[in-house]
T-cell receptor, first 116, second 115 residues
């Protein structure tokens, strides 16, 4: 168990630029989640994959956000035309299958995005 | 709609004292409940989980939590605080048949431990 890996750890970019983050889940986990955490808040759900299928997207995920999980392995989260309000920590988590909701999610260390 | 309320955004205890972090949930169906800890600039680490088995749940580092359905609570306790326990703690809920198991988090409680 090598844990969930996220890259990069930090990203600084100018407003209007596109950014892409990568998440490598624990190898045997078929579920992968993306969350966003702003200062002083708990993580907020963004989107979820079961294998390669994106099964749910939060209303927080505007059309500037897109996520993929090709071949059900790693995942990428892309933000186009970044805005100041996108500054946050982006967390990835993975879990095993099973009865919905009862499997603990294992989190990576996150990617901190700062928009200048 | 499911939600989580953590009472107290900041709790301060002395080293060796009891730690009590409060969590109340709102759910129309039986919940699954989790406590996570987050150290600065790191992700979340699972402390313990309640998934409808024993109501008293033991986790890592001597933390435990008790599920009380009548009070809709899942408070986190530790008998004796260590300096290394200083971190932010998050309570989270998910539920069977809900949004594919995504977690709903509280706003967190920052624990400070005084020497």
């Amino acid at each position: 168990d090598t844990g969930v890996s996220q890259n990069p750890r930090h990203k600084i970019t100018k407003r209007g630029q596109n950014v892409t983050f990568r998440c490598d889940p624990i190898s045997e986990h078929n579920r992968l989640y993306w969350y966003r955490q702003t200062l002083g808040q708990g993580p907020e759900f963004l989107t979820y994959f079961q294998n390669e299928a994106q099964l749910e997207k939060s209303r927080l995920l505007s059309d500037r956000f897109s996520a993929e999980r090709p071949k059900g392995s790693f995942s990428t989260l892309e933000i186009q035309r970044t805005e100041q309000g996108d500054s946050a920590m982006y967390l990835c988590a993975s879990s095993l299958g099973g009865t919905w909701g009862n499997q603990p999610q294992h989190f990576g260390d996150g990617t901190r995005l700062s928009i200048l | 709609a499911q939600s989580v309320t953590q009472l107290g955004s900041h709790v301060s205890v002395s080293e060796g004292a009891l730690v009590l972090l409060r969590c109340n949930y709102s759910s129309s169906v039986p919940p699954y409940l989790f406590w996570y800890v987050q150290y600065p600039n790191q992700g979340l680490q699972l402390l313990l989980k309640y998934t409808s088995a024993a109501t008293l749940v033991k986790g890592i580092n001597d933390f435990e939590a008790e599920f009380k359905k009548s009070e809709t609570s899942f408070h986190l306790t530790k008998p004796s605080a260590h300096m290394s326990d200083a971190a932010e703690y998050f309570c989270a809920v998910s539920y069977y048949g809900g949004s594919q198991g995504n977690l709903i988090f509280g706003k967190g409680t920052k624990l400070s431990v005084k020497p």
